[in-house]
């Protein structure tokens, strides 16, 4: 097992970089106050949930990857959402058994119950210095006075108006008089600044249980939904160990389930280790890189889901052996046709909400945290009164086998929808970690997150630095559907024509895709850097 050196310094200095500037600025006045990075993320995410409402908020949940650096430990945060009691897989299938994806994407059956609140909570109590009402004094002050709308923001509100036109309230906030959004128009949300208020008073509590969570429910009944009481009053963040694996001298630190990142990055690494850097250069290594790509999404289709409902063989897919055997059916000079891989076999779309944030303080501590309500604004609804706008995140389930999800996503039994089951996510928050220092890594995606983020520790891993990670140009193949995406500029012209000739097909997409946050520390420079994706609206900020 490769050794990993540590810092025998602290940083000193500080990094934040997140989806939106407000945010930042959030986690900074925190960690200026007093905070350690475990409040910064509270005060980033906080802030996040009203600046940027169309990919995260307390209607969603996410993922936590911390590192205490005095207890040299990690800690992975599961706040991911839970399917309600009363959710069978009959609840998005018609009377002829086929799937009804409206069902899962819109309105608010398709919302799991949330677990953000109880996330922040258990994050402040276990690990953070301040109380949570410090936390939140930013995002109550956004909510209440309002911040200036944005490009993607006002994209999102144009891209989900027919949706939530259904029902009262998200237009009350987001297009009042009827006019979408542009660029600078106040978005102000009080129900959700009281509702941050009431959560600041009591804490998580008072989104579980009480008059909030009674509003909710009731709102969610009102309008089709099944959630109860119990449902909320259940709903319990887990502790988990993450996925650690090596590669060529580095450690790389990452999402175990129910996020299926941990186990396709390893498989992924474990592929490449087989090839001599030389290899893995020029088209060449970008079709090792893609076909080992199509292998682990292949294994996520068909074996992993919530750990706590389904008996994934995670021994075997993360051991090197297995790995071997993927390799020896990869062809150098051929494309592997994913329909000729054993497993499942059935439109993609650009839906690729959900948000990313990285956080180093000064001593050493480090939070790696993806965050969503699944697609643009969640599920398009907003109980009564309460400012949450609910996820629609149970589309994150199989809702019948070799039926793709809204990210194009095959499962299978092992993500089926149960009550009380998490569904299979692809946030994968990472730490990289070698000789050189550490880098911490997210972004949001969708099913492309796993990829984007392998990609990005492969760059570091060969020297770039955090300007450098975001900004790599993306490509990703999730074997169904059989194609490489890619974003303009990805490949060089002979890459191109190289990777055609040996069977890829190759598709550009439309738009960028992520929006990568990174903080890196070098240990030799003792340098801190922070970046936001070129891509996004975000920024990166070292105190
Ligand atoms: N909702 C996107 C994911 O969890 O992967």
Do not use: C
């Not at 398009?380 to 995140?393: H, Q, V, W």
């Not at 019948?400 to 569904?423: E, M, Q, S, W």
Request: aromatic share 10%; hydrophobic share 40%.
């Amino acid at each position: 097992m490769a050794a990993v050196a540590q810092a025998r310094d602290l940083p000193g200095r500080s990094g934040i970089a997140s989806a939106h500037p407000l945010a930042t600025t959030a986690g900074y006045e925190v960690l200026r106050d007093g905070g350690n990075a475990f409040d910064a993320a509270v005060a980033v995410s906080a802030a996040l949930a009203v600046v940027e409402p169309h990919s995260s908020g307390l209607g969603g949940g996410g993922f936590f990857l911390l590192y205490l650096a005095d207890e040299d430990r990690y800690v992975f945060v599961d706040a991911r959402e839970v399917a309600p009691g009363a959710a069978s897989p009959s609840t998005y299938l018609d009377d002829a058994g086929q799937p009804v994806r409206a069902a899962a994407l819109n309105g608010p059956l398709a919302a799991g119950i949330p677990g953000l609140a109880a996330g922040w909570q258990h994050v402040v109590d276990r690990y953070g210095r301040l109380p949570l009402a410090r936390s939140l004094q930013s995002a109550i002050r956004y909510a209440e006075d309002g911040f200036p709308a944005y490009s993607r923001l006002a994209l999102g509100v144009r891209f989900r108006r027919r949706v939530a036109d259904q029902w009262p309230g998200f237009g009350e906030v987001f297009y009042p008089e009827g006019v979408n959004p542009e660029d600078g128009t106040a978005i102000v949300q009080q129900d959700l600044g009281n509702t941050l208020k009431r959560i600041a008073a009591d804490g998580a509590a008072a989104f579980y249980r009480g008059e909030l969570a009674a509003k909710m429910v009731d709102g969610v009944r009102a309008a089709g939904g099944n959630w109860t009481l119990d449902d909320l009053a259940r709903y319990s963040v887990v502790e988990r160990a993450p996925v650690v694996t090596q590669y060529f001298g580095n450690r790389i630190v990452t999402a175990p389930l129910p996020s299926s990142g941990g186990v396709a990055i390893t498989t992924m690494l474990n592929i490449l280790a087989g090839y001599s850097p030389a290899e893995l250069t020029g088209a060449q290594g970008y079709h090792v890189i893609i076909e080992s790509m199509r292998r682990a999404y292949r294994d996520r289709a068909e074996y992993l889901g919530d750990p706590a409902f389904t008996d994934a063989p995670l021994a075997r897919l993360m051991h090197p052996d297995y790995a071997t055997g993927l390799r020896a059916g990869i062809d150098l000079e051929r494309a592997t046709r994913s329909a000729e891989l054993t497993g499942l076999w059935p439109e993609d779309t650009e839906s690729r909400q959900t948000t990313h944030f990285s956080i180093l303080d000064a001593e050493g501590n480090r939070v790696a945290a993806t965050l969503t309500i699944n697609g643009w604004f969640g599920s398009g609804f907003i109980p009564p009164g309460t400012g949450i706008i609910l996820n629609n995140e149970m589309d994150d389930f199989s809702l019948a086998a070799a039926n793709p999800n809204t990210f194009g996503l095959l499962g299978d039994a092992a993500n089926a929808v149960a009550p009380g089951k998490r569904p299979l996510s692809s946030m994968s928050p990472t730490f990289v970690e070698s000789d050189r220092g550490i880098a911490i890594v997210g972004t949001p995606g969708g099913s492309r997150i796993i990829t984007m983020v392998f990609r990005a520790a492969l760059a570091w891993m060969a020297g770039a630095n955090a300007d450098e990670m975001v900004a790599l140009k993306r490509f990703h193949h999730q074997y169904f559907p059989d194609e490489v995406v890619h974003e303009p500029g990805a490949f060089s012209p002979e890459e191109f024509q190289s990777l055609t000739e040996r069977g890829h097909l190759l598709r550009e997409s439309r738009r960028p895709f992520g929006n990568m946050n990174v903080v890196t520390w070098d240990y030799s420079s003792n340098q801190v850097e922070a970046a936001s994706d070129p891509r996004g609206a975000g920024e990166g900020r070292v105190y």
